[in-house]
């Protein structure tokens, strides 16, 4: 036996068997096959669930503000066309008012003028 060559076929059985115990090595510590591992995976599944449902939650929550500060925008721009239309109508009237004061006065400078005229008229007769 001093110069035995493992041959071919005895390599690969050696290869084989060696694969056979990683195998095997690898079954035996597979997480599946303890005990604790499906409440471990029960807890990781709950509290992924959890996680699910506070990311859901804080999304509605910031959508609902988004929301509400789309209506506060909107109310207030309402607000700020109102007060707007408000101080050109304001401006309107004023105007009016003074285009109104303006033909007053005039009428009544023309009734002034016409009453010299005429009282003019009337001593030269």
Do not use: C
């Not at 510590?29 to 303890?34: C, Y």
């Amino acid at each position: 036996m001093k110069n035995h060559e493992p041959r071919f076929a005895d390599r690969l059985n050696t290869a084989a068997d060696a694969k056979r115990a990683l195998l095997e090595k690898a079954r035996a510590n597979n997480p599946a096959n303890d005990p604790e591992f499906a409440a471990r995976q029960a807890a990781r599944r709950e509290s992924a669930i959890a996680r699910d449902a506070r990311n859901a939650e804080r999304k509605a929550a910031k959508e609902a503000e988004k929301q509400r500060l789309a209506e506060e925008k909107a109310a207030a721009e309402a607000a700020r066309a109102a007060a707007e239309e408000a101080e050109r109508l304001a401006r309107e009237i004023e105007a009016a008012a003074e285009v109104e004061r303006k033909i007053t006065l005039e009428a009544e400078r023309k009734a002034a003028r016409d009453a010299r005229y005429a009282a003019r008229k009337a001593r030269r007769r």
